[in-house]
């Protein structure tokens, strides 16, 4: 069993930054891609950022320009860099993964919050 295992989460000022991290139990390799979800209250799941195999990213909208996805294959991470974070980035962010042959995994979610 895949396990996904975030961390780097917390409160932060708007403009700030914050830097997530995923820890696979799996090379990343092994994921068709990676990457990262975000969930408010009353809201859906949305896509934040994603990283195939081999290395295309793709964002959201609402955070290009602000956050970076990044993968360390060494380290079997794959990291969120969050700069001039606003309010409406305040969110549960979730870890995600999806095999070849479409098994999926999610971490248990880590809280960001940015105060205005």
């Known amino acids: 069993q895949v396990q996904l295992v975030e961390s780097g989460g917390g409160l932060v000022q708007a403009g700030g930054s914050l830097r997530l991290s995923c820890a696979a139990s799996t090379s990343t390799l092994s994921f068709n891609f990676i990457g990262w979800y975000r969930q408010a209250p009353g809201n859906q799941r949305e896509l934040v950022a994603v990283?195939?195999?081999?290395?295309?990213?793709n964002y959201a909208d609402s955070v290009k320009g602000r956050f970076t996805i990044s993968r360390d294959n060494a380290k079997n991470t794959v990291n969120l860099q969050m700069n001039s974070l606003k309010p409406d980035d305040t969110a549960v962010y979730y870890c995600?993964?999806?095999?070849?042959?479409?098994?999926?995994?999610w971490g248990q979610g880590t809280q960001v919050t940015v105060s205005s």
């Open positions: 995600h993964s999806k095999m070849d042959w479409g098994q999926e995994y």
């Open positions: 990283i195939t195999r081999s290395g295309i990213t």
